[in-house]
């Protein structure tokens, strides 16, 4: 995606909801733990349409051409299918969680630090795979991950992804910058130009570096930190503040702050590098690897449009809509065929290169019971990286 189109897409939307698209925004909930409720699977088959779907989505997931001519997936799904759609856009995980508790919306496209929540909660339902005949060309290292199933059992359709990557200015820094060392040690020579990203969730972006520099901590998930690793982040984020000269969290505050020059090492998304002059400006993935996203399609539990809402599922994992909805946003689609339509895009985001992503690790709700399996410790829940998190930064 273009950056003229993010700023279109910002006007419309609103700067905060797009910035907290990407990172799936704040919460102030421990996600769940243990078993999730028992909620019946659908076994089909999928029949006609109840004529109706209410969605509720991350600014851009949804489009009806309202914002761009360019940019409309739903109609051709209603010509088709006959089920007419109601788009409710939301600004953070939070939002949505709340909103979709509430009742009223069919579908929701949810990011990993709201996807548990509604597991738990038995707000959604098992997804019956068998049913998306598309789900097959998924690709297969976004299929059944801890933010989108729990004990073997899919809850969702994965949308896109992206990986956050570190920027830092070429004239300051020199050309070849590669650890996020850049961002955290004391002798940094980005010091006092360091952009952190503002959100309780960029915790896990310190244990991402603790994983690969201080390996005796045994992190294995960034979001699966007991209460000696969780100290251990939250040390190197107090040591980090000495460094910083702004934690951002509005997007066009970055760009201004980053060409300024201001901005001397951040985090940062594809799709904000793409707008950002590459020799001034230099982009990696760091070598200790990153945090990221990856969305899911996910149907209410007690959804009165069961058919409508297969159908989407289908709909938005298929080749052709899959390819426009996350060139559209601007991160990689889910759908493997999605590369034959637009080789480019995800050349850009790295769509076919599983290599790349063997060291991203998706955004997910922190939970008392850890993520990572163990059972002999307990995990600090989210509500808990929130109150860490207010506390570092006041």
């Known amino acids: 995606m273009h950056t003229t189109r993010l700023l279109k897409m910002l006007a419309v939307g609103g700067a905060a909801a797009l910035v907290l698209a990407a990172c799936g925004g704040g919460s102030s909930s421990s996600g769940g733990a243990g078993t999730p409720p028992d909620v019946p699977k659908y076994e089909g088959p999928v029949g006609d349409g109840e004529g109706a779907l209410n969605i509720l989505a991350w600014p851009g997931y949804a489009e009806d051409g309202t914002n761009d ?48 929540r509604l597991i738990y909660g038995s707000n959604v339902q098992p997804i019956n795979t068998d049913l998306v005949p598309n789900y097959v060309d998924i690709f297969p290292d976004l ?55 503002d959100s309780p969730i960029y915790i896990a972006d310190a244990a991402v570096y603790l994983m690969a520099t201080q390996p005796e901590l045994g992190i294995k998930d ?7 690793q969780f100290d251990a982040a939250i040390a190197l984020l107090k040591q980090q503040k000495a460094l910083v000269s702004e934690y951002w969290s509005d997007y066009l505050k970055q760009i201004d702050a980053v060409n300024a020059g201001t901005m001397t090492a951040a985090t940062s998304w594809q799709v904000i590098v793409n707008g950002f002059d590459p020799a001034v400006i230099g982009s990696t993935k760091a070598k200790e690897g990153a945090t990221g996203w990856s969305d899911t399609w996910m149907v209410a539990k007690d959804t009165p449009n069961l058919n409508c809402a297969y159908k989407w599922l289908d709909w938005i994992a298929s080749p052709e809509v899959n390819q426009q909805a996350t060139a559209w946003f601007g991160e990689a689609p889910s759908n493997v065929k999605a590369c034959d339509i637009d080789p480019d895009q995800c050349k850009t985001y790295h769509a076919n290169e599983p290599s790349y992503w063997e060291n991203v690790y998706y955004w997910n709700t922190p939970t008392e019971a850890c993520l990572d ?22």
Request: charged share 20%.
């Open 143 to 197: 299929k059944m991950k801890a933010h989108n199933s729990v004990n073997g059992v899919a809850y969702g359709i994965p949308h896109g992804r992206g990986a956050n990557l570190l920027v830092w200015n070429k004239e300051k820094l020199g050309d070849n910058v590669d650890s996020w060392s850049v961002m955290f040690e004391p002798d940094s020579p980005a010091a006092g130009g360091v952009g952190p990203y």
């Open 69 to 116: 001519p360019s940019a409309d997936w739903i109609t051709p799904f209603e010509e088709a299918t006959g089920c007419q759609v109601n788009v409710k856009v939301y600004g953070t995980s939070d939002e949505a969680v709340k909103l979709f508790q509430g009742g009223g919306y069919d579908v929701v496209a949810a990011s990993g630090d709201a996807s548990l």
């Open 222 to 228: 960034p979001y699966a930190l007991d209460q000696t």
């Open 373 to 394: 399996g163990r059972t002999d410790v307990k995990c600090i829940p989210y509500s808990e990286w929130s109150k860490a998190w207010s506390e570092l930064r006041s």
